[in-house]
């Protein structure tokens, strides 16, 4: 596999999470008011996970550059 299908595939992977992320996050804040508070605190600690996972396939994929 070349370094541009790599890049298409981290691409898409970046995609993904950051749909994943954005629906973690509406979650979190329909509970962040809520006696369920504690919930929202996972929510977004899991939020600030994917945030980091997209920003290493950003790195990956920007090695691949060089």
Do not use: C, K, W
């Not at 595939?9 to 804040?29: C, H, K």
Request: aromatic fraction near 4%; charged fraction near 25%; avoid cysteine.
């Amino acid at each position: 596999m070349g370094a541009e299908s790599d890049r298409a595939e981290l691409s898409t992977l970046r995609a993904q999470i950051a749909d994943v992320a954005a629906r973690v996050t509406n979650l979190a804040e329909r509970y962040d008011q809520s006696p369920d508070s504690a919930i929202a605190a996972d929510l977004f600690a899991a939020e600030r996970a994917l945030l980091a996972a997209q920003r290493s396939l950003q790195q990956a994929s920007t090695e691949l550059e060089d």
